[in-house]
């Protein structure tokens, strides 16, 4: 779909002073619509929850009307890990893949705010699917990957504690061990029965399933927006999960008992391909 941008209070020699004033334009008094002017700038604004609250404040006016959110947030995303390019609307060096992305992180942002299924908690977003299991993940927006619920808050509480008020995250890649999955977490408890809604595998037990969560890889040709509201959609619709899930614990089920079969007392150090 294609979406023309626009801003709302642009041209600023300071960054939070000096916006433009053109009241008839967009229909409110003084610099900026409130719930612009509103925008904490001090807090940290990487967790989904906060970072929901710049695009729907510059989307005001869409939202009100229910139609399609169009107006790229100003300057805040500075103070986000979110791609340097898609910070700020160039007409002259934008590509068409910049571009492509900021109407996709419109379109998530829009989704998130619809979606009556959807609740956001600091870094976590929370989905409730339609046959009553809850799904969760952290949204870690510098990496752009989705990991382990309230896993990000856990880490800044530990690596930032003296500094409240820092921007950004204060973390490096390579101390991020346990963020290298896109994991979501599922409310079902370990070993799980597969609900009963699920067609052919309904009130069947899993074996290999040891914890309550599962790895959803991005695909190749889409966008981390794209790929958080494909995984979304995905927890709301609460059946086909089940189903790839479930016929993976088969395989593991059946490559176990191959492994059994073949070598019943282990595998020989000589068979390098079992190892």
Same mark, same amino acid.
């Given at each position: 779909m294609e979406m023309e941008y626009s801003y709302q209070g642009v041209r600023k020699v300071n960054k939070k002073t000096n916006q433009n004033k053109n009241?008839? &334009?967009? /229909?409110?008094?003084?610099?900026?619509?409130?719930?612009?002017?509103?925008?904490?700038?001090?807090?940290? $604004?990487?967790?989904?929850?906060? $970072?929901?609250?710049?695009? =729907?404040?510059?989307?005001?006016?869409?939202?009100?009307? /229910?139609?399609a959110w169009s107006v790229w947030p100003d300057w805040e995303l500075v103070l986000t890990s979110m791609k340097d390019e898609l910070h700020f609307i160039n007409a002259n060096s934008d590509t068409q893949e910049v571009i492509e992305q900021r109407q996709h992180w419109l379109q998530f942002t829009q989704f998130i705010n619809d979606c009556e299924a959807i609740t956001l908690d600091g870094y976590t977003i929370i989905v409730g699917g339609t046959h009553g299991q809850q799904f969760m993940f952290d949204m870690c927006m510098e990496y752009e990957y989705w990991v382990t619920p309230r896993s990000l808050d856990e880490h800044y509480q530990k690596t930032n504690s003296a500094k409240k008020g820092l921007l950004g995250p204060p973390w490096k890649r390579n101390t991020l061990l346990h963020f290298v999955r896109h994991e979501v =977490?599922? =409310?079902? &408890?370990?070993?799980?029965?597969?609900?009963e809604h699920v067609a052919k595998y309904g009130g069947k037990w899993t074996r290999y399933t040891h914890d309550s969560s599962f790895c959803i890889e991005p695909n190749a040709d889409e966008t981390f927006p794209q790929g958080m509201m494909r995984i979304i959609q995905m927890?709301? &619709?609460?059946? &086909?999960?089940? =189903?790839?899930?479930?016929?993976?614990?088969?395989?593991?089920i059946e490559h176990h008992e191959f492994m059994e079969r073949e070598w019943p007392g282990g595998i020989p150090d000589q068979d390098w391909e079992y190892q």
């Open positions: 009241q008839n &334009e967009h /229909g409110w008094d003084g610099d900026v619509h409130p719930e612009i002017a509103a925008i904490d700038h001090n807090a940290n $604004l990487e967790p989904i929850e906060q $970072l929901m609250k710049i695009f =729907s404040a510059y989307n005001h006016q869409h939202r009100n009307e /229910g139609t =977490s599922h =409310s079902l &408890e370990a070993y799980w029965q597969c609900p927890c709301i &619709e609460d059946t &086909e999960i089940w =189903s790839v899930l479930f016929e993976k614990d088969l395989s593991d």
